[in-house]
């Protein structure tokens, strides 16, 4: 793979607690991981993205960083983690990994020593602000777990800022010092052979430097979340982002192939999330190499909904600046948030993800077509989903551990009495062990999938075309070169015919459909991608 391999490509993430666990604890572990890996490898992905595995004390599972340097004891050792970026090069996999730079543990030695006083070294490198003069907090943001974006400390008679938990501190990065000790830590991973970072909520690098309150949003009617009841204007997505971005990217460019990916979120701004990714990626070659939008997970699955989505990435990424994702630790899985968790939703979700221009990120588990776990309220483990029990149940069903064997203990993941979160019967049914060797399986059908992106340069990077068709119907055609490719899938639970602009198909893979002489009939999620000879 060239420099610019991550065009087009598609990465598989990896949610270490849940993957594999080799030492029986009942957490998945980086041994875990490399024993897995040339499973990932046959399905033929091109890279791996890892979720935190740094020392963290866990509040948030990993995203609350108390040492940027080191791996936690829970996923092993810094010599696990460089025979695991070993293996995955000899498979031909790439390594991305996630930087938090936003916001750190308040256990992280830096905030320690932040907010002993207003007067030591590392006194900015933190956000701190005054008391309004009755006490309260500086402004109305608020907290996207709950509560109140601001937490208070004695010891400096001061309020600090927190996007998340009260235990992850916002980072100060205009201020060079902190920038500067981030970059450091880019360095010390990207000598290590990692092919580039995730670069988490990238959305909540800077805000507003007044600290303006965020005006109130009047779209919904009692949220569950009182975080939605506020136009997200001031406290993220500042103007202030994009050259902290750079900066990072200038540094990472020391590095021919380290690819930089932005996490964009999804909140009510002046822009819509899509719009802010292309911002950050932007035509200038001096922003992130590609970003993903939370945004599209968040939304409904409908035909017409998906659409909009893809005209408008169209728009916002003129290159191949854009990856998509459908599901992830943080979104319920796609099977069941769009589709009814059937294994003909999870083929042709697969489908038409592969089949869009720009890169992909596939989940653990949605090779196989995992449905949304219901873990109860006694298993939760994520702080979010306990703190708006029972309206909403927090990420911890997207998370629960991968099914490697149905006829072993905890589907294979583990030897230890009690997993960290429980393993559905429904998932232990869906084991790679009981896929392999079915042909009309979700996983053989995804391996086909991603063969096929493979084998034919117009799905890897293409343009694509989309066609007006009636809803639940959702049609494109990708072009390279040459070829020319129909792409058609039935958003829908029902029956739905086709008829194509050209009679002259070559069926590529026709898993859900039944190609007629004059029409396609789809049953209900259906997909359909067929070579055009003549496209006219």
């Known amino acids: 793979m060239n420099d610019e391999w991550w065009r087009g490509a598609v990465i598989y993430q990896i949610y270490p607690r849940s993957f594999r666990d080799s030492n029986q604890d ?54 696990d983690f460089d025979e695991l970026v070993g293996v995955a090069h000899r498979l031909g996999l790439k390594v991305v990994i996630d930087l938090v730079c936003a916001h750190t543990s308040d256990r992280h030695p830096w905030f320690a020593e932040s907010r002993a ?129 750079e900066k990072i990217r200038a540094f990472m460019d020391r590095y021919p192939g380290a690819v930089s990916i932005a996490e964009v979120g999804s909140e009510t701004t002046d822009a819509s999330s899509l719009a802010r990714a292309g911002g950050y990626v932007g035509e200038d070659d001096r922003g992130v190499h590609a970003a993903y939008s939370l945004s599209q997970m968040k939304s409904k699955g409908d035909a017409p909904t998906l659409r909009d989505a893809i005209a408008e990435a169209e728009r916002a990424f003129p ?51 995992l449905p949304e776990a219901d873990v109860p309220f006694e298993r939760l483990q994520d702080p979010y989903g306990r703190h708006y029990w029972p309206d909403f149940r927090g990420r911890d ?51 086909e999938l991603l063969q096929l992106r493979r084998k034919h340069p117009a799905l890897r990077h293409g343009r694509l075309d989309l066609l007006d068709v009636p809803p639940p119907l959702l049609a494109f055609r990708r072009r390279a070169d040459a070829e020319c490719l129909l792409c058609v899938f039935n958003i829908g639970s029902h029956d739905a015919e086709f008829i194509p602009p050209n009679t002259r198909l ?31």
């Not at 890892?50 to 040492?67: C, H, K, N, Q, R």
């Not at 030897?415 to 869906?430: G, Q, S, V």
Request: charged content about 20%; some cysteine; proline content about 8%.
């Open 319 to 369: 290159r191949d600046g854009l990856i998509w994702a459908f599901s992830n630790h943080d979104v319920a899985r796609v099977t069941s948030r769009w589709g009814d968790g059937s294994a003909a939703a999870a083929k042709m979700f697969m489908a038409l993800l592969l089949s869009l221009r720009g890169g992909v990120f596939i989940y653990q588990g949605e090779e196989l077509g």
């Open 26 to 79: 009942g957490i998945g572990d980086l041994r875990g991981i490399i024993e897995k890996l040339p499973y990932v490898a046959s399905l033929g992905v091109d890279g791996i993205w890892l979720s935190p595995f740094y020392v963290s004390p866990m509040a948030d599972f990993g995203y609350d960083v108390a040492d940027y340097c080191a791996v936690d004891p829970l996923f092993g050792t810094l010599a």
């Open 506 to 536: 070559t069926p590529l893979d026709g898993f859900a459909a039944i190609d007629g002489e004059c029409r396609i009939r789809l049953p209900g999620y259906g997909a359909y991608i067929a070579q055009e000879d003549d496209s006219g």
């Open 397 to 447: 069903g997207c998370r629960t551990p991968m099914p490697w064997c149905a006829e072993s203990e905890n589907a294979g993941f583990s030897n230890a009495h009690t997993p960290w979160l429980p393993i559905p019967e429904a998932h232990r049914k869906l084991a790679v062990s009981a896929q392999e060797c079915r042909p009309d399986s979700v996983l053989s059908t995804s391996r």
């Open 117 to 245: 006083s207003r007067g030591n070294a590392r006194a900015d490198w933190y956000v701190w602000a005054d008391p309004r003069v009755d006490g309260t907090p500086p402004n109305n943001w608020l907290s996207v777990f709950g509560g109140g974006a601001w937490a208070w400390e004695p010891r400096r008679r001061q309020y600090y800022l927190h996007h998340f938990l009260p235990s992850q501190p916002k980072l100060n990065l205009r201020n060079e010092a902190v920038l500067g000790a981030l970059l450091a830590v880019t360095e010390f991973w990207l000598e290590r052979g990692v092919d580039g970072f995730r670069l988490d909520a990238v959305d909540f690098l800077v805000h507003d430097e007044a600290l303006t309150d965020n005006p109130p949003f009047r779209g919904l009617r009692q949220p569950v979340k009182p975080y939605h009841m506020q136009q997200h204007l001031y406290d993220l997505g500042a103007p202030g982002i994009r050259p902290v971005i």
